[in-house]
């Protein structure tokens, strides 16, 4: 019964039945507009139903998301984009997923060195993916990085500073009523740090 729905195929072409319905769905434009437009719909409309700019109502937000969904989907740059960034991101994920068993493995996962590290590695394969996806779009050229270097790493350099300021900035807990902060990402202490 299932024979002919997963017959896959070794060699030259992948995927068998699933493959003929992948490239079926793709001529019918599945992957470059319905896929696309539901990703815009949703984010948009979940991101007027949070912030409530226009209050409850939810139908009126709704139709935002729908214009804003379609008017993307006007031009092709938004399929281009999306077919570039989305295989560039599920690699990027699988490098990180790779980084994080391998440091389950082989270091120590509580230590804070470890852990900026794996930051600063997935903040690197992000830039990256960026990069790359802006340099085949032709977002950027290779002469204005050559150009620009010096100014965009002071303005990484102020960025990473600043974040650090943050994160180091847990208060002593005199003027406030929220209790102690341990950084932006780790959310307030729940309990008083004894002094």
Aim: hydrophobic share 55%; charged share 10%; aromatic share 18%.
């Amino acid at each position: 019964m299932f024979e002919h729905f997963l017959s896959f195929q070794f060699g030259g072409f992948y995927g068998g039945e699933i493959g003929n319905l992948l490239a079926y769905w793709e001529q019918l434009g599945v992957f470059s507009y319905l896929l696309p437009f539901l990703l815009i719909f949703a984010v948009v409309f979940g991101i007027f139903t949070k912030i409530k700019v226009l209050g409850e109502n939810r139908t009126l937000n709704a139709v935002i998301a729908l214009v804003v969904g379609l008017l993307a989907l006007q031009f092709e740059l938004v399929p281009i984009f999306f077919s570039e960034i989305f295989p560039r991101v599920g690699v990027a994920i699988a490098i990180i997923l790779v980084l994080l068993v391998l440091t389950g493995l082989f270091l120590d996962p509580d230590n804070k060195a470890v852990n900026w590290g794996l930051l600063v590695a997935a903040g690197i394969i992000f830039f990256s993916v960026l990069i790359k996806t802006a340099g085949y779009l032709g977002w950027y050229s290779a002469y204005w990085w050559y150009v620009n270097w010096p100014s965009i790493l002071i303005g990484v350099v102020v960025i990473v500073i600043f974040f650090a300021i943050i994160s180091s900035a847990g208060g002593s807990g005199t003027g406030g009523s929220h209790g102690d902060y341990r950084g932006f990402w780790a959310g307030p202490v729940t309990k008083p740090l004894k002094t």
